[in-house]
């Protein structure tokens, strides 16, 4: 039988070359795993819908894969404007997503399992594979795509083929790769509800027999991205933000047994802030809470409307007395032009290639390289307007001079600035060896190496003590600066085998060993001197010396898949997952880390340890089937999942005592439903597709979240057990439809839409009343006229037509009162939400 050829076809080669395998031109299947016979002749029938992933590191129909994934095509992408990772939510129940702030910069959950948006030290515990290049820093949920194949994301731990940071599943992105025949196209869309323009455009084709490229790029700017509320003390009355996206793929089969594919990845974008959709949520009290300073001699008024729902956002400017200077070496000291502002830049490069060394055995490679660097400042009390007072009477002057010198009705007083610089570097190279016997008996091994590169610098403002005071030496505006460098080196190995007992029973499995190790560095170039000299903070200068985390895991897999018709398969497997753990990077470089510099080793391995997490673990499984009726125009798939999480890694924000606190959870078990369906009715051109999942994930083991005095057992701590984790909906899902209608032989109408339905959740991990999101239901739609072969179309797309405002994540809100400060005590929470409602006139194009 011919070899099956890869996933890239060797389009390129000359005609005599295509004709010799123009019979592998059409294969499913990457590199790998034989495919039974009836499997070969259910593609043979109608391939036309045929829909294929790369679940488990090669090619495979979704339908015949023994995991459950969601797959959206491009031509779906498109129709709905689908350009962030945030915008995949509709399409996937259990999915959620939310970007803005510091730390990681965003978070991803499925099925309740994620990894927390405050910490940059967190790998992401969704994992995102761009190309075939995994990268777990969560600051790529901020990153736009563009000319993209299409997206799946695949539930469930997904470590044997993914390794690191799949413990609860992945997010793919596949982007698009050189024709045949030399093709362009291009969009221009305007917003109308954010004030934004859109232009992108792609040229592709071949550059001789053997070497295709394809050039995409897309510009974005937005100027209403985030609306602020009536009288929030800001410049800006709302606040923008420009992206462009590009990338180069370069497509080379200089013979029939070997092809490489490079990409080359680059996104640019520029915000007024990284605070983007954060509101308010004003608490049990029902008030606005003030932002309490100085160990409550300093409150300054909130501004805030205390209407968490309304697509507004009270984003004050921070207080001027507070940026006259920011320290040597910050961002901010070269790039704060007077407003919140957030860079980012990334470059993502991939090599893969693929080499038949024999009939039967394939060598490939993937080699990636990311270098990310993202910058920004905002306020992260959110809110504060003049005139800051002082609760007990007392002149302001005599206790914040330098706050009562710009102190006035209506002043932009926002406090708790932050001026975090992420900047990381990473190399991965991955090879696999992989068989194509024509016997029962295939297998996969393989390896994976990573280092990768993280510095993030903050300088900061806890106290703030400039509001007395610039720093009377340096003549800075911040608390302090610090700089963290953490180098990580990961190695693993994995094998996994396939056996085709009979054509229509596959018993398949496999194991990865990874080893992990990090090490840290702390240095504080900076400390203001009022600060240092008081003794609670370290003096400038420090440098804390190597912090060092090591672990390894097995983690194994197991499944069983038969194909009971050639339209309907029944699987079963086991699973593990696993996210190494490592060194908190929010560390205040207060005086407990002057214990770095005992002479006591146990002393430095206390506060050492004290910095440490460890890693998180799941295990568990599921069953389903995949199945087809009615000549394959109905679609059913259906899978029941039980996994358990051990040492979940958690942040939670205390609120009074402006302080991270970072540890491991107990136990999440999280088990539910899955359901997909897709029918192609009778009408010509009319089909439905929906999803359903239900998902009960709770915490299942002691878990203490809240402990005010710090004493185990001593009867007031607060533990979660049996309490439903935070972003997992019991019951979410979505119906969508699509209709072409032709109107004559060079134009069709296109109508589209999409109803998603969340269920109500907790949006947060500390108390056992969280802050509670109700169940929603959004709309999106779209109508189209254009010509049957995609050379031209006009669109009208809306999303999110009723504007329906939801929150993703909550934490308590910085610099709260606590009691006995003669105001309320505060219970004000930061809560981050989505995007709005959105509606485009689109123009596309192509020839």
């Known amino acids: 039988m011919m070899k099956q050829s890869r996933v ?22 990457l590199a790998g ?13 109608d391939d036309s819908n045929v829909i294929t992933v790369t679940a488990r590191k090669q090619q495979e129909t979704l339908q015949e894969v023994p995991v ?3 797959a959206i095509g491009g031509d779906t992408l498109d129709k709905f404007q689908v350009d962030q990772v945030a915008d995949v939510v509709s399409r996937v129940p259990a999915l959620n997503v939310s970007t803005g702030g510091s730390g990681s910069g965003g978070q991803i959950a499925l099925r309740g399992v994620g990894s927390s948006s405050i910490s940059a030290a967190f790998d992401s515990a969704v994992a995102f594979d761009f190309d075939g290049v995994q990268v777990s820093t969560m600051r790529m949920v901020q990153a736009g795509f563009f000319d993209v194949e299409q997206i799946d994301v695949l539930k469930g731990p997904q470590s044997l083929f993914f390794g690191k940071s799949a413990s609860a599943g992945v997010f793919s992105v596949r982007s698009a790769n050189p024709t045949q025949d030399w093709e362009a196209g291009g969009k221009a869309s305007y917003e109308f509800e954010e004030n934004g323009t859109v232009f992108g455009g792609y040229i592709s084709g071949p550059i001789s027999d053997t070497l295709g490229i394809r050039i995409a790029g897309q510009y974005t700017d937005i100027d209403k991205y985030v609306k602020l509320e009536p009288g929030t003390a800001a410049v800006n009355r709302s606040r923008g933000t420009k992206e462009f996206v590009s990338r180069v793929t370069l497509q080379w089969d200089p013979a029939y047994n070997f092809n ?14 990284p605070n983007g959709f954060v509101d308010i949520d004003c608490g049990p009290n029902g008030r606005a809470d003030e932002v309490v300073l100085l160990g409550g001699a300093v409150a300054i008024p909130s501004g805030a409307s205390c209407n968490a729902n309304d697509g507004l956002y009270p984003l004050a400017d921070p207080s001027a007395a507070l940026v006259q200077k920011f320290p040597d070496g910050s961002g901010g000291a070269t790039r704060y032009k007077g407003t919140p502002y957030g860079e980012t830049d990334i470059f993502l490069g991939r090599l893969s290639w693929d080499l038949d060394l024999s009939d039967h055995l394939t060598l490939s490679s993937v080699s990636g390289y990311l270098n990310l660097d993202a910058d920004d400042f905002d306020s992260y009390s959110i809110v504060g307007i003049g005139s800051a007072f002082n609760p007990g009477g007392a002149p302001l002057a005599a206790i914040a001079p330098a706050l009562d010198a710009i102190n006035f009705p209506g002043s932009a007083q926002a406090t708790g600035g932050g001026n975090p610089r992420n900047r990381t570097e990473q190399f991965s190279q991955e090879l696999r060896l992989t068989s194509d016997f024509d016997g029962m008996f295939n297998f996969m091994v393989g390896a994976f190496y990573e280092t990768r590169d993280i510095d993030f610098n903050t300088a900061q403002q806890v106290v703030p003590i400039s509001f007395v005071a610039p720093d009377p030496v340096t003549g800075n505006t911040f608390d302090y600066f610090k700089k963290q460098n953490t180098k990580t080196e990961a190695l693993s190995f994995f094998a996994s085998t396939t056996l085709d007992i009979t054509d229509q029973l596959q018993l398949s499995g496999g194991l990865r060993w990874t080893e992990e190790n990090k090490t840290s560095r702390i240095s504080v170039p900076y400390v203001h001197t009022l600060l240092s000299s008081g003794g609670a903070f370290i003096s400038s200068g420090f440098f804390s010396g190597p912090i060092k985390f090591k672990d390894d895991n097995f983690s194994p897999e197991l499944s069983i898949r038969y194909q009971a018709t050639p339209d309907v398969n029944i699987y079963g497997s086991f699973k593990t997952g696993f996210k190494s753990g490592g060194i908190d990077n929010s560390a ?20 050492a340890d004290s910095l440490r997490f460890e890693s998180e673990t799941g295990k568990g499984g599921e069953i389903g089937v995949k199945s087809q009726f009615a000549s394959r125009s109905v679609t059913f798939n259906l899978s029941g999942f039980y996994y358990v999480f051990d040492d979940l890694q958690v942040q939670n924000f205390d609120a009074t005592k402006v302080q991270f606190e970072t540890f491991n959870a107990s136990q999440l078990t999280t088990k539910g439903i899955d359901v997909e369906w897709a029918w192609a009715t009778p009408v010509s051109g009319l089909n439905f597709s929906g999803a359903m999942a239900y998902t009960d994930a709770k915490f299942s083991k002691e878990f203490i979240t809240v402990d005010p005095d710090g004493i185990p057992n001593s009867g007031d701590e607060t533990d979660l057990n049996g309490r439903r984790a935070a972003r997992a909906p019991e019951f979410a899902g979505n119906i969508a439809f699509d209709w072409t209608v032709p109107l004559n032989n060079s134009v069709e109408l ?10 109500s959740y907790f949006t947060g991990q500390q108390k056992l009343n969280d802050l509670k ?23 009208l797309v809306g999303v999110n037509l009723t504007d329906k405002i939801w929150t993703n994540s909550s934490q308590g809100r910085p610099f709260l009162a606590g009691p006995g400060l003669g105001l309320p005590v505060g219970d004000d929470m930061i809560v981050t939400q989505n995007r709005g409602r959105q509606v485009f006139v689109e123009a596309r194009f192509k020839f």
């Open 8 to 29: 890239r076809n060797n389009i390129f080669l000359n005609k005599s070359a295509r004709a010799i395998l123009m019979g592998s031109a059409a294969s499913l299947v």
């Open 33 to 45: 795993f034989a495919v039974p016979a009836h499997a070969q002749e259910m593609s043979e029938y």
């Open 68 to 70: 459950t994934v969601t």
């Open 260 to 273: 490489a594919n490079l990409k080359m990845n680059y996104v640019r974008n520029r915000n007024d802030g």
């Open 588 to 607: 205040l470089p207060s005086a407990g880390l002057l214990g770095f510099s005992s002479p006591d080793p146990a002393v430095r391995q206390a506060v």
């Open 750 to 759: 296109g109508l589209n839409g999409n109803l998603q339905y969340t269920g």
């Open 773 to 795: 999101q109700d169940d929603y239901v959004t709309v999106d739609g779209s109508v189209s006229v254009g010509h049957p072969d995609g050379k031209w179309r006009l669109s």
